[in-house]
């Protein structure tokens, strides 16, 4: 079965617009994010582009900073400062990668926690990994666990490999796997045998960057797989796994594009809405 990234997306947006258009009619404000970008990196622009015109769609304000790649650690920790103490900026989005002259941790770091929208503040993943409920999950992660409840795909007790240990998505989503009661089994570049792993896999998340990564023979029959990879070759994206073949053989898996890059966005709204109520005092 295809797990369609893209109508769960419209649907969770066509929520979140309402609950916004409720709380604009009765408090008469509207949800504002301050978006950093940092440089001209390709990627970075789509996404950002991608998230305005969503802002734009639901009736969330945003405030623009775009810097060039000269820009200082002191002065962008000095703007992320104002915005933390700015009352009508509900979040902060640094858009990620940063240049190598900004220490992207301490920036990070730097965002107030009920501002930090993209949820890679140390303490929101402490939080995480707490398992406590005050912690904002990064957006992409959320949109795994977002098609794996759509789909009525039950994780407790499964054996569950995560291919990829990023920051951004590989350690988040096997938090949220572990805090649902999965197995989880963490792969990286230096994992031997991957296919050794993979194979035991009753679901299969791979995060990795590298088109056909996961082919037919790495899968258990049955499986569910989850391609988070975005790869562009020759002029067309495509995921971390061989589609056309493990297709035939997995229970569910999701497309490139179409899958969970289409919710990355909507659970980046999501967030900015539970962080305009929280800032707002709004139940």
Sequence with gaps: MLMDGRELAKDIKAKIKAEIDDIKRIYNVNP????????????SQVYLNSQIKSYQDLGIGVQKYFFS?????AYLLNLIDKLNKDTEVDGIMVNLPLPPQINVTKVLNSIKLVKDVDGFKAENLG?????????????TPAGIMALIEKYNIDLEGKDVVVVGSSNIVGKPIAALILNSRGTVTICNIYTKNLAEKTKNADILIS???????????MVKEGAVVIDVGINRVNGKLEGDVDFESVQKKASHITPVPGGVGALTVAMLLSNIL?????????I
């Design 32 to 43: 504002t994010v301050a978006s950093i970008l940092v440089g001209d990196n390709q990627a």
């Design 69 to 73: 790649e000269e820009i200082s650690e």
């Design 127 to 139: 939080l995480l990994f707490q398992n406590n409920e005050g912690f904002t999950s990064p957006s």
């Design 207 to 217: 995060a990795v960057g590298k088109p056909k990564l996961i082919t037919e023979d």
């Design 274 to 282: 539970k962080s305009f109520k929280a800032n707002r005092g709004i």
